[in-house]
């Protein structure tokens, strides 16, 4: 080899770990951990079931996994609400809730409940600047005072009433109909992962419809009714994602997030991925209040109907029948 080049390429595999280093850190943001909390007070979904039917864990963990892995983010799994402490809060970078009811009750998984004290830490941690990802039945949780059963109260608005986890997500479930596809329309294609949206973009999906909504929401995704079907959609357009600040926390909520072909879905796994890393403060976002422009009539509800009584069963055929009262019995 030529003395130069002999001197070029020592020269060059001096600075390549310099450089290398360099390009990686360019490439590979800081690591970020993130507690994704599962606990079901509440109805249990499919997706963050530990064992499906098949003995495999729900559909979230493999996808966060992954986008774990692509972003830079160590997940931790944990339905122990027991464990939520400011010391143990503290080690988070950000919170992604997939939970049901009230989390201070051990409810239908059993696990260790939240106390109200680490109820309290973890909006604490949020308002001084943690961040916060919600899905889907993430608005299903710590309803406010009145709204535990599908009643009346449900439907009706609850002002400065509403539970602070509410008051902090933006939002409440009111309740959902059938699984239906439905349009999503873009309200801020700018913001990180938004731009995948496209104008067609509507999964079949299990749809929440929502109150409560907070006035400093920055509304991303507008829920179009025009063709849905159900009472609880008979409605002016509402938001299905948003984003909003609380105190120094950044706050990320998408009502999808039920069906394993949602989470599989190309789409929605950028537009989690964008409000992952906007709430995990890895980039930014003009996060301005749109709701007055994006859905005005937002906080207009759906009318309660009542459920339909349940039927009497109809016995099976060749069911013998119950034999008569004897007389001066009731029957």
């Not at 009230?102 to 949020?126: C, H, Q, S, V, Y």
């Not at 496209?198 to 929502?210: I, V």
Request: hydrophobic share 40%.
């Amino acid at each position: 080899m030529h003395p130069f080049l002999r001197i070029v390429v020592a020269a060059g595999l001096a600075l390549m770990p310099f450089t290398l280093a360099q390009a990686a850190d360019a490439v590979a943001p800081a690591k970020k951990k993130v507690l994704f909390f599962s606990k079901s007070s509440g109805f249990e979904h499919d997706a963050i079931k530990l064992e499906m039917k098949d003995g495999k864990p729900g559909y979230a963990f493999a996808v966060l996994r992954q986008l774990g892995e692509k972003n830079n983010i160590e997940f931790t799994f944990s339905k122990d609400g027991s464990l939520f402490t400011p010391d143990y809060l503290a080690q988070f970078d950000a919170y992604f809730f997939y939970t049901t009811g009230n989390l201070t009750e051990p409810g239908t998984d059993r696990n260790p409940p939240m106390t109200e004290a680490g109820k309290a830490a973890f909006l604490k941690a949020i308002a001084e600047g943690k961040g916060f990802v919600g899905t889907h039945s993430a608005s299903d949780t710590f309803h406010s005072p009145g709204n535990k059963d599908h009643g009346a109260a449900r439907n009706q608005a609850d002002g400065d009433k509403a539970d602070d986890y509410v008051k902090m997500l933006g939002a409440e479930f009111i309740k959902h109909g059938a699984q239906q596809p439905a349009r999503q329309i873009v309200a801020d294609a700018t913001f990180p992962g938004l731009s995948a949206v496209t104008a067609d973009f509507g999964p079949n999906e299990e749809w929440y419809s929502l109150k409560n909504y907070a006035s400093d929401l920055h509304v991303l995704l507008v829920q179009d009714v025009s063709k849905m079907k159900g009472d609880v959609y008979e409605r002016p357009n509402y938001p299905s994602t948003w984003t909003r600040m609380h105190g120094k926390g950044r706050v990320f909520y998408t009502s999808m997030g039920h069906r394993d072909d949602v989470w599989t879905n190309p789409v929605f796994q950028t537009v989690l991925e964008g409000g992952l890393n906007w709430a995990l403060k890895r980039v930014d976002a003009d996060v301005t209040p749109n709701l007055a422009t994006a859905a005005p009539k937002a906080n207009e509800l759906p009318a309660f109907v009542a459920p339909a009584p349940a039927k009497p069963k109809t016995p099976a055929p060749g069911t013998p029948k119950a034999p008569n009262a004897p007389k001066g019995e009731k029957k």
